[in-house]
T-cell receptor
């Protein structure tokens, strides 16, 4: 168990809908990263937060947004869902944003858009 | 543009073989390179490398970083079927970017 908690584990929703994925980082970790992994694809970096502030942005669609709350948990909001958004969504946390610290992954949320 | 390139993309070996996986990178403000193993679900952390030439070792796995030539290798000796997985390399700079991974299959 990495100590990073993601909920829900599975989510099935219809096209056009909106969902929220939640990530609780390991105790003491200030930074959260979000990744998308489509079938047989690599991990695509979406966005990173550090201590409540957006730190870096990757290939995140405008339909997607995220935030990190004062208690350091983070939420990834996906709206106007399309079939192609079906994927595994992972979050990872580390003590600091960049630098020389390990990052550990949650178990992921499998999103299926039908 | 920042790049993390892993090779080979796929590798099939037999139990007992030794394998070497490669990761090269071009990033600004390099801070560290990390290796992960991904089986069915979440990537699990293997190593973090920050300094050139210092080998990290854990059982049959070892890894080393060359910051001058901008690459790292992950070695697995005496492979077992349980080593079958996707091995991911990530580089931490301002954020953390992954290569496409190497899919390793170890046959009995």
């Amino acid at each position: 168990d990495s100590g990073v908690t993601q909920t829900p584990k599975h989510l099935i929703t219809a096209t056009g809908q909106r969902v929220t994925l939640r990530c609780s980082p390991r105790s003491g970790d200030l930074s959260v990263y979000w990744y998308q992994q489509s079938l047989d694809q690599g991990l695509q970096f979406l966005i990173q937060y550090y201590n409540g502030e957006e730190r870096a942005k990757g290939n995140i669609l405008e339909r997607f947004s995220a935030q990190q709350f004062p208690d350091l948990h983070s939420e990834l909001n996906l709206s106007s869902l399309e079939l192609g958004d079906s994927a595994l969504y992972f979050c990872a946390s580390s003590v600091v944003g960049g630098g020389e610290t390990e990052a550990f992954f949650g178990q992921g949320t499998r999103l299926t858009v039908v | 543009e920042d790049k993390v390139v892993q090779s080979p993309l796929s590798l099939v070996v037999h139990e007992g073989d030794t394998v070497t996986l490669n990761c090269s990178y071009e990033v600004t403000n390099f801070r560290s390179l990390l290796w992960y193993k991904q089986e069915k679900k979440a990537p699990t952390f293997l190593f973090m490398l920050t300094s050139s030439g210092i080998e990290k070792k854990s059982g049959r796995l070892s890894s080393i970083l060359d910051k001058k030539e901008l690459f790292s290798i992950l070695n697995i000796t005496a492979t077992q079927t349980g080593d079958s997985a996707i091995y991911l390399c990530a580089v931490k700079h301002n954020d953390m970017r992954f290569g496409a991974g190497t899919r390793l299959t170890v046959k009995p």
